[in-house]
């Protein structure tokens, strides 16, 4: 009997983390980071903590789908660089407008050319991404002959760093990606079968979900959303370098939705928590490079957080009892 | 069609072998020569090292994505330790430094349950982080020039890398073919849960892979840091999918159970006829990663392509 | 007979899963040198009871003596190491090793400091072992290349080797030729003289009584009894299996519907390896059983329809038009409902709620603005008619169906199909893993559909369920039509003669 309760019990604890776990870790973070250093417990970096998790949580969301889906894809860092060195080198010819909507659009395409590789030919996600890592980033150099693309068009700037009401613009686009997310996972078709599809593949097909489509889409909506936040990052940084630009984002992305609760091999995830973890990622960043710690530290953090997330999310799911 | 497809699995790598040499001999008449030929099979020799390991990984059913960090931390252990040590005990540590990691690894993997390519690519990043801190973010000169002989020296004619090479691939092959060891890797690549019932120690075996990779990637290590004689800490970026483009290239199949150490040793050279063809073009650097990534997304077509042909044969009835 | 005898024993084993109880209480025991049959429907718990002696999982209650000692097995390992050998129906061969290699896996013979493999000693160890069984098989074939009868006998080869004092061996008749039959029955016979137990797993009666000492019944997951071999006989062990109450539970079939109306017409129809040239009628409101023991194609013939693998050859007619369908897509247009067997694996979406579970199939129908957007209301005013007609019970519509019964998941499954208003419905194993309470309003549920007028397509390994609902019933022998018999000429008996290949002249067309 004691020991039913006390499964009960960790059960309870676990159903509980799964909704408030990773807010209680972010809180932690903030009020480590605040008593540490005076410089952090300030609103402008608050603010600013606000704005760069942005960076990770747009790119996130398709990364979400892409996760819940059953897939993974670790091209996103390479496609952010190319398609942000492809597209502000179209500004002089198209304008700021056309430019950041090619961008977006070349980012899907991309995206859609991926799926078309992994349900096509059935190779699996992570090795033809994998390839296609390289492919992009290469292409992104051969494209500039290594030269960063310097950005001066006002629209693609204040994509990054444009205020309405006193707010910045990324968080603002990311709220509008976020309510779209959220629309699409909860409430359409589509969404349930993002999470049908990562939950039983055979069980949709049966079900007569056509399975490679929604993969190809789902691969699509990751370079839409890695499109959106190419614009972001460079627009922040002013400038699009092959070589820098994206360099380790696939990590962190995953590494947010892994945090953030989607679980790996598919199933049902957290926008949410993607949300937050982004803003627990970022945060930690600020707060080890404020004091200083050495950014190598900082590799070897979020290294360290991703295993983490990841057994912790085993363990949790262990205990609900919901695989074996 | 069949037979052609049971054939090309094994030897498929020769073809393009056998077509980039003759483009090559045309492209450039110093390509026949003795001297140009070793040079290519020299500089196909850390792929094929590392790639060695990785057939043994991708046979096993995993994947391990942290192979260029680890040469990284060899090639600053290396740097740190000989001055101190000398060069056969830092060697030495080193390489069971680099083995260290893979065991890291396997010990994830395995008893944390975590997916290997998640478990990997966080070792790459903080694996990279700790070569930058042990190193203090500099590359590191090493003074003691009797190590280049390792990478640069000759025996008997024939480069030491080429030598070290064959010697680790005559042990790779019979490991994977005529090794208990071996084998059982591929049973757990081929079914793990039968492997499992069949009384194999699927961890065990799954650790043991890991520190092999580790280890080639190590000796990778140790020939380049010997070639440069500076401790690199973030040397060779990307060659995880040099090492992995060769073991599919060469015929190992994604799917496991099946390992084919000669394709490797192969396919690595052909990779390293592709950076000659590249050089004689004098392209852009860049150029090497394009052409490995094409090469990646080319054999995975293929694997694709014919695994959905013989698909739709079984579907007809016809026995393959 | 003295405690001595006694090889091993299990006591009170209470093993559970998510929603169901496997083993409930179960005691068990196996002399030395004796032949056992346990013997049981599907769902029965006999493939729970011997994972738990072969070290798969671990018995939640009770505990297991081997060699009077009080034993857990913790794994596969451990319980081969103390001679027990299991042979599965799933075979736990390794495809890309050869015969010899998976005979011995992880005791090859070593040469060199037993770093390289003794092929030569490998090879000849594990031809002289197959020549003991009368078996010509190359040991140095690959186990991807050889027959599923071949592997079978592999299975058994690789039990011999290890010496094991227990084997037990789950249907392994399933897939051999008369042939291959009898000289298995000759080498278990041997090795009972030889002291080694057995414990046989059958649908077979026959088999269990031409080689067992004695015979244990399981009965959803409880033990109903074991008996002598000499002092018992078929009839009364096929009562013990299938219980006297359940046959009251069976709906009584209705004559309403004439066989007239042809709905679904199926042609020369082959599929690879499994299914050879079938052809059948189904009639509206009419339940159609496809019968066939493991093997037969009983399964692949209705997937195929379906589907879910493809057809090699055949044609089916739909409502009088011919009809290609090459995926479950296309079924589902037509009105094709499918019950897979393999609710876990083919059906249930685990990480989804019941109500999820229940709309997937016509969910994209359920939406405004040009399917984009779900309409709740609606969904829940669907999902709450199939609730009542169905009777599924649940604790509220967010709950992950994973949480229920297994009565209940397979009332969601079946509602799933039965949403989309389909005319034509595949039940495979439709009570496979449920309750009897549940067994019987699932029956009941059938045959309301087909009073409705919906054909039922169906198949079964249990044989009252196919003998009493079904009004028609085919009967598949290695992919061919071996008989065909309606509701006045079936009875078990026959049902099981064709089913292993026994039918004298009874086709009746």
Redo the contacts between chains.
């Keep these: 009997m004691v020991d039913i309760r006390s499964r009960n019990l960790k059960v309870k604890v676990a159903q509980q983390w799964e909704n408030f776990g990773m807010l209680f870790i972010l809180v932690l973070i903030l009020a480590i980071f605040s008593s540490l250093d005076p410089n952090f417990r300030t609103v402008y970096n608050f603010i600013s903590i606000f704005k760069y998790s942005t960076f990770i949580a747009i790119g996130g969301i398709g990364m979400a789908f892409c996760i819940m889906s059953g897939d993974?894809d670790?091209s996103v860092g390479s496609m952010l660089a190319f398609v942000g060195v492809l597209g502000s080198s179209f500004i002089p010819f198209i304008g700021g407008v056309g430019a950041v909507l090619s961008t977006i659009v070349i980012a899907s395409i991309l995206g859609f050319i991926n799926g078309i590789?992994i349900t096509k030919?059935?190779?699996?996600a992570?090795?033809?991404t994998?390839?296609?890592?390289?492919?992009f980033?290469?292409?992104a150099?051969?494209y500039t002959?290594?030269v960063p693309v310097y950005i001066e068009n006002k629209f693609w700037l204040y994509i990054g760093n444009g205020k309405i009401f006193n707010i910045n613009f990324p968080i603002i686009l990311m709220l509008i990606c976020y309510l779209g997310g959220y629309?699409l996972l909860r409430?359409?078709?589509f969404g349930?079968y993002i999470?049908?599809v990562?939950?039983?593949p055979?069980?949709?097909?049966?079900?007569?979900?056509?399975v490679d489509k929604v993969r190809i889409i789902v691969f699509t909506l990751v370079g839409f959303f890695v499109g959106i936040s190419s614009v972001v990052v460079s627009a922040n940084l002013g400038s699009a370098n092959p070589g820098q630009l994206g360099q380790?984002y696939e990590?962190q992305v995953?590494t947010a939705v892994?945090l953030g609760g989607t679980?790996?091999?598919g199933?049902?995830g957290s926008l949410g928590g993607l949300f937050v973890a982004a803003l627990i990622i970022t945060a930690l960043k600020n707060g080890l490079s404020l004091m200083q710690v050495?950014s190598?530290?900082?590799?070897?953090a979020?290294?360290?957080v991703?295993?983490f997330a990841?057994?912790l999310n085993?363990i949790r799911y262990t205990l609900l009892?919901?695989?074996e | 069609m069949i037979k052609f497809l049971k054939l090309y699995e094994r030897f498929g790598i020769f073809i393009f072998i056998i077509l980039g040499s003759i483009f090559l001999a045309i492209a450039s008449p110093n390509f026949l020569q003795t001297n140009t030929i070793l040079n290519i099979i020299a500089q196909g020799t850390y792929g094929a090292i590392v790639g060695f390991g990785m057939t043994f990984a991708i046979t096993s059913g995993g994947f391990d994505l942290s192979v260029a960090a680890v040469m990284g931390l060899t090639s600053v252990f290396l740097s740190l330790l000989i001055p101190v040590l000398g060069i056969p005990l830092a060697i030495i540590i080193s390489l069971l430094v680099a083995s260290s990691v893979g065991l890291v690894n396997g010990l994830i993997i395995t008893k944390l349950n975590v997916n290997p390519l998640i478990t990997t690519l966080a070792m790459m990043t903080i694996i990279r982080g700790v070569s930058l801190l042990v190193a203090g973010g500099r590359q590191i000169v090493i003074s003691e020039k009797m190590f280049s002989i390792i990478g640069t020296g000759f025996l008997a004619g024939i480069p030491i890398p080429i030598i070290i090479m064959v010697v680790l691939f005559i042990f790779m092959f019979f490991t994977m073919y005529h090794s208990p060891f071996g084998r059982h890797v591929s049973a757990v690549g081929s079914n793990e849960s039968a492997a499992r019932i069949s009384g194999l120690n699927v961890d065990l075996i799954k650790i043991m892979v890991f520190v092999l990779v580790a280890f080639t990637a190590g000796v990778a290590g140790v020939i380049r840091t010997s070639q440069t004689l500076i401790g690199i800490p973030t040397m060779s970026p990307g060659f995880e999918l040099v090492a992995i483009t060769v073991t599919i290239l060469g015929g190992t199949s994604l799917a496991g159970g099946r390992g084919n150490i000669w394709g490797t040793l192969f396919a690595a050279i052909f990779i390293s006829m592709i950076y000659y063809g590249l050089n004689l073009l004098n392209v852009q650097i860049f150029f090497q990663m394009l052409s490995v990534g094409t090469v990646l997304i080319i054999a995975l077509f293929i694997d694709g392509a014919r695994n959905r042909y013989l698909e739709s044969v079984r579907a007809k009835g016809i026995k393959v | 007979m003295n405690k001595n005898n006694k090889l091993c024993k299990l006591e009170n084993i209470t093993k559970t899963f998510p929603g169901v109880v496997a083993i409930n209480d179960v005691s068990f025991d196996v002399n030395l040198g004796e032949v056992h049959a346990l013997v049981g429907e599907n769902g029965a718990g006999k493939s729970t009871l011997i994972k738990m002696l072969g070290g798969v999982y671990r018995p939640d209650r009770g505990a297991i003596y081997f060699k009077n000692k009080k034993t857990v097995f913790t794994s596969t390992c451990e319980s081969q190491n103390k001679g027990i050998s299991v042979i599965y129906q799933e075979f736990n061969l390794i495809p890309d090793l050869t015969v010899a290699e998976n005979i011995f896996v992880g005791r090859e013979p070593k040469i060199f400091g037993s770093l390289i493999m003794n092929w030569k000693k490998l090879n000849s160890d594990a031809k002289k072992i197959l020549e003991d069984l009368d078996s010509d098989i190359d040991p140095k074939k690959y186990i991807s290349d050889i027959t599923i009868a071949e592997r079978q006998m592999v299975e058994i080869a690789k039990a011999l080797s290890i010496k094991s004092r227990l084997i037990i061996m789950d249907e392994p008749t399933a897939t051999l030729t008369g042939k291959e039959v009898k000289k298995l029955f000759e080498i278990i016979k041997n090795l009972r003289e030889k002291g080694v137990s057995i414990i046989y797993i059958s649908h077979r009666l026959e088999e269990a009584f031409e080689l067992s000492d004695r015979i244990t019944v399981l009965r959803d997951g409880k033990k109903i009894g074991t008996k002598k071999t000499s002092d018992t006989n078929e009839s009364e062990i096929i009562e013990m299996m299938v219980g006297k109450v359940v046959k009251e539970y069976f709906a009584e079939s209705s004559t309403k519907h004439e066989k007239k109306e042809v709905v679904m017409e199926v042609n020369n129809y082959s599929v690879a390896d499994y299914v050879d040239n079938v052809s059948f009628k189904l009639y509206k409101g009419e339940i159609l059983s496809i019968a066939g023991i493991l093997g037969s194609g009983a399964h692949h013939l209705l997937r195929s329809i379906y589907g879910a693998i493809p057809k090699k050859a055949g044609e089916i007619y739909f409502e009088g038009k011919k009809v290609n369908i090459n995926d479950p897509r296309d079924a589902i247009k037509l009105g094709i409902g499918f019950v897979t067997e393999d609710r876990k694996d083919e059906a249930l979406l685990y990480d989804m709620s019941v109500l999820q579970n229940l709309s997937i199939i016509i969910i994209k129908t359920l939406t405004f603005l040009k399917g984009l957007f779900i309409k709740a209301e609606k969904e829940k005013s669907v999902f709450d008619r199939m609730k009542d007609r169905l009777d599924i019970k649940f604790s509220n519509y967010n709950q992950k169906v994973i949480y229920l019964s297994g009565g209940n998941q397979q009332k969601v499954v079946i509602g799933r199909t039965l949403i989309t208003n389909c005319k034509v419905l595949i039940l495979c194993e439709p009570t496979r893993g449920v309750d009897v309470g549940a067994k019987a309003e699932i029956h009941k549920i059938m045959r309301e559909l087909a009073d409705r007028g919906i054909s039922i397509l169906m198949t079964s390994s249990e044989l009252p369920e196919l003998v009493n609902l079904s009004d028609r019933s085919i009967v598949l022998y290695k992919g061919k039509v071996a008989a065909e018999f309606d509701r006045e000429t079936m009875d078990e008996e026959k049902l099981v003669e064709a089913q292993i290949g026994q039918t004298s002249s009874k086709i009746i067309k």
Excluded: C, E, H
């Design positions: 993974f670790i590789f030919l059935r190779i699996p992570f090795i033809t994998l390839g296609m890592l390289y492919i980033r290469a292409l150099y051969l002959s290594n629309l409430k359409s078709p349930r999470v049908a990562g939950t039983n055979d069980a949709s097909r049966l079900s007569g979900i056509n380790g990590f995953i892994v679980i790996l091999g199933g049902n050495d190598y530290w900082q590799d070897v979020t290294g360290l991703l295993i990841v057994a085993r009892g919901q695989r």
